[in-house]
């Protein structure tokens, strides 16, 4: 099979290597790199599992062919750590809600989250059930990852305006 050099930033650090054409950007991540934050689920863009930040914005990873990611920024939950080693803030708003259970989903959501966050928007709760929808959780019925959302939301929200001259 023709293989193609691949060259993008993922969590921070250049990568450089070799994938075969057609590959999916979750193969590569998982099997190639060891991210395995990034789940395998339907593999045909329906429950969520796979996603990733590409240039900030969520994509399921199932379906993005890995060249495509050539030269973009990818983060997975790996690269979400902090510098002194805690928690993400929107991790811990996920700890803190109980919106944890199988833990399957929760990558996903949790980017997803970061993206939504980062818009530095106030979402109402019905918006960001639609944010949220390209998403499925088996276990939680959506209630704690909706509070844990809206939670990482508002705490981020008040740390700009008090960071507002
Ligand atoms: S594994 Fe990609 S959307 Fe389900
Ligand atoms: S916590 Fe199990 S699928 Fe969501």
Redesign the pocket.
């Known amino acids: 099979m023709k293989h193609s050099t691949l060259n993008m930033w993922v969590n921070g650090r250049a990568v450089s290597l070799a994938v075969p054409e057609g590959e999916i950007l979750l193969d590569t991540l998982r099997e190639r790199l060891g991210l395995t934050s990034v789940k395998r689920g339907c593999e045909v863009g329906e429950c969520g599992a796979c996603t990733v930040l590409i240039d900030g914005r969520a994509v399921n990873s199932c379906l993005y062919p890995a060249l495509t990611a050539e030269g973009k920024h990818i983060l997975t939950v790996e690269g979400l750590q902090q510098p002194n080693g805690e928690l993400h803030p929107i991790q811990q708003a996920f700890v803190e809600e109980a919106a944890?259970?199988?833990?399957?989903?929760?990558p996903g959501f949790i980017l997803t989250a970061v993206e939504i966050v980062g818009t530095g928007k106030r979402y109402s709760r019905e918006e960001l059930r639609k944010l949220i929808s390209g998403h499925l959780?088996?276990?939680?019925g959506y209630e704690n990852i909706l509070n844990a959302i809206e939670r990482a939301m508002n705490e981020s929200l008040e740390q700009r305006e008090g960071e507002q001259p």
């Open positions: 944890v259970q199988c833990g399957f989903c929760t959780c088996r276990c939680t």
